[in-house]
Protein backbone atom coordinates (compact mmCIF):
# COMPACT_ATOMS: atom_id res chain seq x y z
CA UNK A 1 0.00 0.00 0.00
CA UNK A 2 1.05 3.50 -0.67
CA UNK A 3 0.34 6.66 1.85
CA UNK A 4 0.42 10.21 0.40
CA UNK A 5 0.96 12.54 3.28
CA UNK A 6 0.50 16.09 2.48
CA UNK A 7 1.75 19.05 4.33
CA UNK A 8 -0.58 19.65 7.27
CA UNK A 9 -1.00 20.96 10.64
CA UNK A 10 -1.78 18.60 13.69
CA UNK A 11 -3.65 19.24 16.53
CA UNK A 12 -5.49 17.60 19.71
CA UNK A 13 -6.10 14.82 21.70
CA UNK A 14 -4.91 11.36 21.14
CA UNK A 15 -4.34 8.13 22.73
CA UNK A 16 -0.97 6.65 22.92
CA UNK A 17 -0.81 2.78 21.39
CA UNK A 18 -0.13 0.32 24.02
CA UNK A 19 3.69 -0.82 24.39
CA UNK A 20 4.75 -3.39 22.02
CA UNK A 21 7.72 -4.73 24.18
CA UNK A 22 5.48 -5.27 27.05
CA UNK A 23 3.06 -6.50 25.32
CA UNK A 24 5.46 -9.41 23.86
CA UNK A 25 6.90 -9.98 27.71
CA UNK A 26 3.48 -10.28 28.82
CA UNK A 27 2.09 -12.61 26.29
CA UNK A 28 4.42 -15.10 27.44
CA UNK A 29 5.18 -14.08 31.05
CA UNK A 30 1.19 -15.27 31.09
CA UNK A 31 1.91 -18.45 28.90
CA UNK A 32 5.29 -19.38 31.21
CA UNK A 33 1.99 -19.19 33.97
CA UNK A 34 -0.79 -21.50 34.10
CA UNK A 35 -2.36 -18.49 32.61
CA UNK A 36 -3.75 -14.58 33.18
CA UNK A 37 -5.63 -11.95 31.58
CA UNK A 38 -3.61 -9.33 29.87
CA UNK A 39 -5.37 -6.09 29.47
CA UNK A 40 -4.57 -3.10 27.00
CA UNK A 41 -2.29 -5.09 24.68
CA UNK A 42 -1.40 -4.16 21.45
CA UNK A 43 -2.60 -6.09 18.88
CA UNK A 44 -0.20 -6.28 15.96
CA UNK A 45 1.53 -8.25 13.71
CA UNK A 46 4.61 -8.80 15.72
CA UNK A 47 2.65 -9.96 19.01
CA UNK A 48 0.40 -12.02 17.02
CA UNK A 49 3.44 -13.99 16.34
CA UNK A 50 4.41 -14.28 20.52
CA UNK A 51 0.40 -15.32 20.80
CA UNK A 52 0.73 -18.15 18.10
CA UNK A 53 4.30 -18.81 19.73
CA UNK A 54 2.85 -19.38 23.12
CA UNK A 55 0.01 -22.00 21.68
CA UNK A 56 2.76 -23.87 19.79
CA UNK A 57 3.77 -24.41 22.92
CA UNK A 58 0.86 -25.79 24.49
CA UNK A 59 -0.80 -22.56 25.77
CA UNK A 60 -4.15 -21.01 24.59
CA UNK A 61 -4.57 -16.89 23.98
CA UNK A 62 -8.11 -15.81 23.42
CA UNK A 63 -8.83 -12.19 22.14
CA UNK A 64 -11.83 -10.00 23.19
CA UNK A 65 -13.84 -9.20 20.46
CA UNK A 66 -12.34 -5.76 20.82
CA UNK A 67 -8.81 -6.46 21.65
CA UNK A 68 -8.65 -4.62 25.48
CA UNK A 69 -8.03 -8.34 27.09
CA UNK A 70 -5.83 -11.77 25.92
CA UNK A 71 -7.36 -14.46 27.98
CA UNK A 72 -4.16 -16.77 27.94
CA UNK A 73 -3.92 -20.13 29.57
CA UNK A 74 -0.38 -20.92 29.99
CA UNK A 75 1.59 -24.15 29.86
CA UNK A 76 2.75 -23.76 33.19
CA UNK A 77 6.24 -23.36 32.62
CA UNK A 78 6.63 -26.95 30.71
CA UNK A 79 6.27 -26.00 26.85
CA UNK A 80 4.94 -28.68 24.45
CA UNK A 81 7.04 -29.79 21.59
CA UNK A 82 5.41 -28.25 18.77
CA UNK A 83 3.66 -29.68 16.49
CA UNK A 84 4.86 -27.80 13.12
CA UNK A 85 7.42 -25.23 12.74
CA UNK A 86 7.04 -21.88 14.55
CA UNK A 87 6.54 -19.08 11.95
CA UNK A 88 7.66 -15.36 14.01
CA UNK A 89 6.75 -13.98 10.79
CA UNK A 90 8.87 -10.58 10.47
CA UNK A 91 9.41 -10.27 14.79
CA UNK A 92 12.90 -10.49 15.94
CA UNK A 93 11.29 -10.29 20.04
CA UNK A 94 9.53 -13.18 19.31
CA UNK A 95 12.10 -15.45 17.82
CA UNK A 96 14.85 -14.48 20.21
CA UNK A 97 12.12 -14.78 23.52
CA UNK A 98 10.92 -18.15 22.13
CA UNK A 99 14.03 -19.70 20.90
CA UNK A 100 15.01 -19.85 24.91
CA UNK A 101 11.49 -21.44 25.48
CA UNK A 102 12.12 -24.05 22.84
CA UNK A 103 15.46 -25.07 24.93
CA UNK A 104 13.05 -25.93 27.93
CA UNK A 105 11.06 -28.46 25.50
CA UNK A 106 11.97 -32.44 25.76
CA UNK A 107 12.32 -32.29 22.34
CA UNK A 108 13.11 -30.39 19.23
CA UNK A 109 11.63 -27.00 17.96
CA UNK A 110 12.07 -25.41 14.57
CA UNK A 111 11.86 -21.47 14.06
CA UNK A 112 11.98 -19.85 10.90
CA UNK A 113 10.61 -15.69 9.92
CA UNK A 114 10.25 -13.90 6.76
CA UNK A 115 13.17 -12.93 4.53
CA UNK A 116 14.04 -9.92 6.92
CA UNK A 117 14.35 -12.05 10.13
CA UNK A 118 16.21 -15.03 8.15
CA UNK A 119 18.97 -12.08 7.78
CA UNK A 120 19.12 -10.89 11.77
CA UNK A 121 21.56 -12.41 14.34
CA UNK A 122 21.04 -15.63 16.65
CA UNK A 123 24.14 -16.92 16.88
CA UNK A 124 25.22 -15.19 20.49
CA UNK A 125 21.75 -16.82 21.78
CA UNK A 126 22.13 -20.07 20.30
CA UNK A 127 25.74 -20.20 21.36
CA UNK A 128 24.17 -19.52 24.89
CA UNK A 129 21.33 -22.77 24.62
CA UNK A 130 24.73 -24.80 23.96
CA UNK A 131 26.04 -23.57 26.95
CA UNK A 132 23.37 -24.42 29.11
CA UNK A 133 23.72 -28.66 27.82
CA UNK A 134 20.89 -27.53 24.92
CA UNK A 135 21.10 -27.91 21.56
CA UNK A 136 20.81 -25.33 19.11
CA UNK A 137 21.69 -24.41 15.62
CA UNK A 138 21.36 -22.39 12.37
CA UNK A 139 19.61 -24.59 9.32
CA UNK A 140 22.32 -22.26 7.21
CA UNK A 141 25.45 -22.50 9.71
CA UNK A 142 25.13 -18.41 9.71
CA UNK A 143 23.57 -17.57 12.66
CA UNK A 144 20.40 -17.15 10.97
CA UNK A 145 17.30 -18.49 10.73
CA UNK A 146 15.68 -21.06 10.49
CA UNK A 147 16.59 -22.23 14.12
CA UNK A 148 16.83 -25.61 15.21
CA UNK A 149 16.56 -26.45 19.10
CA UNK A 150 16.81 -28.85 21.18
CA UNK A 151 16.01 -29.29 25.07
CA UNK A 152 15.14 -29.65 28.06
CA UNK A 153 17.93 -27.51 29.68
CA UNK A 154 18.16 -27.32 33.33
CA UNK A 155 20.14 -24.15 33.73
CA UNK A 156 23.40 -23.08 34.61
CA UNK A 157 26.13 -20.66 33.71
CA UNK A 158 26.33 -18.13 30.26
CA UNK A 159 28.91 -16.34 28.84
CA UNK A 160 27.15 -14.01 26.11
CA UNK A 161 28.27 -10.56 23.94
CA UNK A 162 25.85 -7.91 25.14
CA UNK A 163 26.30 -5.20 22.33
CA UNK A 164 24.18 -7.55 19.70
CA UNK A 165 20.81 -7.42 21.13
CA UNK A 166 19.60 -7.15 24.59
CA UNK A 167 16.83 -9.83 23.55
CA UNK A 168 18.82 -12.29 24.20
CA UNK A 169 18.84 -11.48 27.67
CA UNK A 170 15.43 -11.20 28.02
CA UNK A 171 14.69 -14.65 26.63
CA UNK A 172 17.23 -15.99 29.26
CA UNK A 173 16.04 -14.52 32.03
CA UNK A 174 12.50 -15.27 31.54
CA UNK A 175 13.69 -19.25 30.08
CA UNK A 176 15.77 -19.38 33.47
CA UNK A 177 12.94 -18.66 35.73
CA UNK A 178 11.36 -22.02 35.28
CA UNK A 179 14.90 -24.19 35.62
CA UNK A 180 15.86 -25.82 38.03
CA UNK A 181 19.06 -24.07 38.78
CA UNK A 182 18.27 -20.67 37.34
CA UNK A 183 20.57 -18.81 34.85
CA UNK A 184 23.57 -16.94 35.77
CA UNK A 185 24.40 -14.36 32.61
CA UNK A 186 27.71 -13.10 32.12
CA UNK A 187 28.41 -9.96 29.49
CA UNK A 188 31.27 -10.34 27.70
CA UNK A 189 30.87 -6.81 26.09
CA UNK A 190 29.04 -3.63 27.43
CA UNK A 191 25.25 -4.09 26.96
CA UNK A 192 23.38 -1.96 24.59
CA UNK A 193 19.60 -1.34 24.54
CA UNK A 194 19.96 -1.48 28.29
CA UNK A 195 16.56 -0.34 29.15
CA UNK A 196 14.80 -3.30 27.44
CA UNK A 197 16.37 -5.48 29.94
CA UNK A 198 14.88 -3.33 33.03
CA UNK A 199 11.57 -3.38 31.12
CA UNK A 200 12.16 -7.61 30.87
CA UNK A 201 12.32 -7.43 35.21
CA UNK A 202 9.66 -4.79 35.31
CA UNK A 203 7.42 -7.12 33.66
CA UNK A 204 8.93 -10.90 35.57
CA UNK A 205 8.57 -8.83 38.91
CA UNK A 206 4.66 -8.44 38.09
CA UNK A 207 4.65 -11.91 37.28
CA UNK A 208 6.01 -12.48 40.99
CA UNK A 209 9.52 -13.50 39.04
CA UNK A 210 13.03 -12.40 40.97
CA UNK A 211 15.79 -11.52 38.32
CA UNK A 212 18.80 -9.09 39.24
CA UNK A 213 21.53 -7.45 37.88
CA UNK A 214 25.06 -8.50 39.03
CA UNK A 215 28.32 -7.28 38.33
CA UNK A 216 29.02 -9.47 35.54
CA UNK A 217 25.68 -9.11 34.03
CA UNK A 218 22.65 -10.87 35.49
CA UNK A 219 21.01 -13.89 37.22
CA UNK A 220 17.81 -15.31 37.65
CA UNK A 221 16.86 -18.00 40.28
CA UNK A 222 15.06 -21.11 38.72
CA UNK A 223 12.03 -23.42 40.17
CA UNK A 224 10.08 -19.70 40.15
CA UNK A 225 6.63 -19.70 38.95
CA UNK A 226 4.76 -17.18 36.69
CA UNK A 227 1.60 -15.59 38.93
CA UNK A 228 0.60 -11.96 38.46
CA UNK A 229 -1.59 -10.62 41.07
CA UNK A 230 -5.43 -10.77 40.52
CA UNK A 231 -4.46 -12.82 37.81
CA UNK A 232 -4.36 -9.68 35.77
CA UNK A 233 -1.46 -7.72 33.82
CA UNK A 234 -2.31 -4.15 32.54
CA UNK A 235 0.18 -3.42 29.51
CA UNK A 236 1.69 0.45 29.44
CA UNK A 237 1.54 2.92 26.49
CA UNK A 238 4.31 2.81 24.12
CA UNK A 239 7.04 5.68 23.98
CA UNK A 240 8.63 4.19 20.52
CA UNK A 241 5.08 4.88 19.03
CA UNK A 242 4.57 7.88 21.09
CA UNK A 243 7.60 9.17 19.36
CA UNK A 244 6.05 9.81 15.76
CA UNK A 245 2.85 11.91 17.13
CA UNK A 246 5.20 14.22 19.69
CA UNK A 247 7.51 14.63 16.35
CA UNK A 248 4.77 15.84 15.22
CA UNK A 249 3.67 17.69 17.10
CA UNK A 250 6.88 20.19 17.45
CA UNK A 251 7.31 20.26 13.81
CA UNK A 252 3.49 20.83 12.54
CA UNK A 253 0.99 21.77 15.62
CA UNK A 254 -1.51 24.28 15.18
CA UNK A 255 -1.70 24.99 18.30
CA UNK A 256 -0.90 21.80 20.37
CA UNK A 257 -1.24 18.38 20.60
CA UNK A 258 -1.81 16.32 23.63
CA UNK A 259 -0.75 13.04 23.86
CA UNK A 260 -2.55 10.77 26.59
CA UNK A 261 -0.97 7.23 27.98
CA UNK A 262 2.56 7.85 28.86
CA UNK A 263 2.72 7.10 32.72
CA UNK A 264 6.25 6.83 33.14
CA UNK A 265 7.61 3.00 33.07
CA UNK A 266 10.96 1.48 32.51
CA UNK A 267 11.06 2.58 28.68
CA UNK A 268 14.50 3.67 27.16
CA UNK A 269 12.69 5.51 24.59
CA UNK A 270 10.88 8.00 26.66
CA UNK A 271 14.14 9.74 26.06
CA UNK A 272 12.02 11.30 23.41
CA UNK A 273 10.76 14.31 25.68
CA UNK A 274 14.79 14.72 26.60
CA UNK A 275 15.58 14.77 23.05
CA UNK A 276 13.07 16.80 21.78
CA UNK A 277 13.46 19.40 25.14
CA UNK A 278 17.35 19.65 24.31
CA UNK A 279 16.35 20.91 21.17
CA UNK A 280 14.11 23.69 21.61
CA UNK A 281 10.63 22.01 21.95
CA UNK A 282 8.05 23.30 23.45
CA UNK A 283 6.98 20.35 25.55
CA UNK A 284 5.62 19.28 28.81
CA UNK A 285 5.33 16.17 30.60
CA UNK A 286 2.48 15.54 33.28
CA UNK A 287 3.86 12.36 34.90
CA UNK A 288 1.09 11.95 36.92
CA UNK A 289 -1.56 11.87 34.74
CA UNK A 290 0.74 10.69 32.18
CA UNK A 291 -0.30 13.23 29.45
CA UNK A 292 2.23 15.02 27.11
CA UNK A 293 1.88 18.21 25.36
CA UNK A 294 3.63 19.39 22.29
CA UNK A 295 3.46 22.62 20.20
CA UNK A 296 5.05 23.52 17.22
CA UNK A 297 8.86 25.00 17.81
CA UNK A 298 12.19 26.35 16.10
CA UNK A 299 14.61 23.23 17.27
CA UNK A 300 18.38 23.35 16.97
CA UNK A 301 20.83 20.28 16.24
CA UNK A 302 22.18 18.74 19.22
CA UNK A 303 24.47 15.17 19.52
CA UNK A 304 22.64 12.24 21.08
CA UNK A 305 23.68 8.66 21.77
CA UNK A 306 21.07 5.68 20.58
CA UNK A 307 22.82 3.10 22.20
CA UNK A 308 20.31 2.27 24.64
CA UNK A 309 17.20 3.73 22.47
CA UNK A 310 17.73 2.28 18.66
CA UNK A 311 13.95 2.63 18.00
CA UNK A 312 14.66 6.08 18.23
CA UNK A 313 17.26 6.59 15.61
CA UNK A 314 14.83 7.32 12.47
CA UNK A 315 12.47 10.19 14.96
CA UNK A 316 15.68 11.92 15.75
CA UNK A 317 16.83 11.62 12.42
CA UNK A 318 13.52 13.66 11.14
CA UNK A 319 13.69 15.87 13.62
CA UNK A 320 17.66 17.01 12.96
CA UNK A 321 16.31 17.58 9.24
CA UNK A 322 14.30 19.85 10.20
CA UNK A 323 16.12 21.76 12.80
CA UNK A 324 18.50 24.27 12.60
CA UNK A 325 22.33 23.40 12.40
CA UNK A 326 23.93 19.63 12.55
CA UNK A 327 22.26 16.90 14.62
CA UNK A 328 24.26 13.86 15.31
CA UNK A 329 23.59 10.60 16.34
CA UNK A 330 26.04 8.41 17.74
CA UNK A 331 26.54 4.23 18.67
CA UNK A 332 24.00 3.80 16.37
CA UNK A 333 26.14 0.79 14.43
CA UNK A 334 23.71 -2.01 16.20
CA UNK A 335 20.40 0.03 14.48
CA UNK A 336 21.61 -1.41 11.30
CA UNK A 337 20.75 -4.75 12.58
CA UNK A 338 16.99 -4.17 12.70
CA UNK A 339 13.88 -5.13 10.18
CA UNK A 340 16.14 -3.43 7.95
CA UNK A 341 20.21 -1.28 8.08
CA UNK A 342 18.00 2.09 9.55
CA UNK A 343 21.04 3.52 9.69
CA UNK A 344 21.17 3.47 5.83
CA UNK A 345 17.76 3.50 4.93
CA UNK A 346 17.10 6.70 6.50
CA UNK A 347 20.44 7.92 5.04
CA UNK A 348 18.90 7.29 1.84
CA UNK A 349 15.16 8.17 2.20
CA UNK A 350 15.71 11.53 4.18
CA UNK A 351 18.42 12.36 1.26
CA UNK A 352 15.76 11.58 -1.35
CA UNK A 353 13.76 14.30 0.20
CA UNK A 354 16.19 17.12 0.02
CA UNK A 355 18.09 16.79 3.40
CA UNK A 356 22.04 16.54 3.59
CA UNK A 357 23.44 13.77 5.43
CA UNK A 358 26.14 11.71 6.24
CA UNK A 359 26.49 8.35 7.68
CA UNK A 360 29.20 6.00 9.03
CA UNK A 361 29.36 2.98 10.46
CA UNK A 362 28.48 4.27 13.48
CA UNK A 363 27.33 7.75 13.34
CA UNK A 364 24.25 9.36 11.33
CA UNK A 365 25.20 13.22 10.78
CA UNK A 366 21.93 15.59 9.49
CA UNK A 367 22.86 19.19 8.68
CA UNK A 368 19.31 20.76 9.31
CA UNK A 369 20.87 24.03 8.64
CA UNK A 370 21.35 22.76 4.46
CA UNK A 371 18.20 20.59 4.21
CA UNK A 372 14.71 21.62 2.81
CA UNK A 373 12.55 18.85 2.60
CA UNK A 374 10.87 18.05 -0.46
CA UNK A 375 8.08 15.54 -1.17
CA UNK A 376 9.15 12.61 -3.16
CA UNK A 377 8.49 8.92 -3.64
CA UNK A 378 10.00 7.59 -0.52
CA UNK A 379 10.79 3.66 0.20
CA UNK A 380 9.41 2.50 3.65
CA UNK A 381 11.95 -0.58 3.64
CA UNK A 382 8.97 -3.16 4.87
CA UNK A 383 9.90 -1.39 8.00
CA UNK A 384 7.09 0.00 10.16
CA UNK A 385 9.67 2.42 11.88
CA UNK A 386 11.04 3.88 8.48
CA UNK A 387 7.09 4.37 7.33
CA UNK A 388 5.96 6.25 10.59
CA UNK A 389 8.99 8.69 10.52
CA UNK A 390 8.74 9.15 6.71
CA UNK A 391 5.12 10.30 7.25
CA UNK A 392 6.25 12.44 10.30
CA UNK A 393 8.28 14.48 7.67
CA UNK A 394 6.13 14.66 5.09
CA UNK A 395 3.79 16.62 7.33
CA UNK A 396 6.35 19.97 6.77
CA UNK A 397 8.37 18.87 3.42
CA UNK A 398 7.29 21.13 0.42
CA UNK A 399 4.56 19.13 -1.70
CA UNK A 400 3.23 15.64 -1.32
CA UNK A 401 5.17 12.48 0.12
CA UNK A 402 4.44 9.16 -1.29
CA UNK A 403 5.61 6.27 1.36
CA UNK A 404 5.79 3.14 -0.58
CA UNK A 405 4.79 -0.21 1.80
CA UNK A 406 2.87 1.45 4.17
CA UNK A 407 0.99 -1.77 5.42
CA UNK A 408 4.17 -2.37 7.23
CA UNK A 409 2.98 -0.32 10.14
CA UNK A 410 0.98 -3.35 11.58
CA UNK A 411 4.10 -4.55 13.01
CA UNK A 412 3.57 -2.16 16.31
CA UNK A 413 0.69 0.33 15.40
CA UNK A 414 -2.21 -1.05 13.39
CA UNK A 415 -3.95 1.84 13.30
CA UNK A 416 -1.44 4.96 13.11
CA UNK A 417 -2.41 6.61 9.58
CA UNK A 418 -6.03 6.66 11.33
CA UNK A 419 -4.40 8.17 14.36
CA UNK A 420 -2.62 10.61 11.68
CA UNK A 421 -5.96 11.79 10.37
CA UNK A 422 -7.14 11.94 13.19
CA UNK A 423 -4.55 14.67 14.31
CA UNK A 424 -4.97 16.46 11.25
CA UNK A 425 -2.52 14.78 8.87
CA UNK A 426 -3.75 15.13 5.80
CA UNK A 427 -3.42 11.12 4.25
CA UNK A 428 -4.22 9.39 1.05
CA UNK A 429 -4.23 5.79 1.20
CA UNK A 430 -3.49 4.24 -2.31
Not at 3 to 19: D, F, K, L, M
Request: glycine fraction near 12%; proline fraction near 4%.
Amino acid sequence: MNVEISPSRVGGTVQAPPSKSYTHRAILAAGYADGATVTDPLVSADTRATMRAVEAYGGTVDRSADDSTLDIDGFGGQPDVPDDVIGCANSGTTMRLITATGALADGITVLSGDDSLRSRPQGPLLDAVEQLGGRAKSTRGNGQAPLVVEGPVDGGSVSIPGDVSSQYITALLMAGAVTDEGIEIDLETELKSAPYVQITIEVLDAFGVEAVETDAGFRVDGGQSYAPAGGEYAVPGDFSSMSYLLAAGALAADDELEVRGAQPSAQGDAAIVEVLERMGADIDWDRDGGVITTRQSSLSGIEVGVEDTPDLLPTIAVLGAVADGTTTITDCEHVRYKETDRVSAVAEELTAMGATVEEEQDTLTIHGGESDLQGATVDGRADHRIVMSLAVAGLVADGDTTIEGGEHVDVSFPDFFDVFEGIGATVTRE
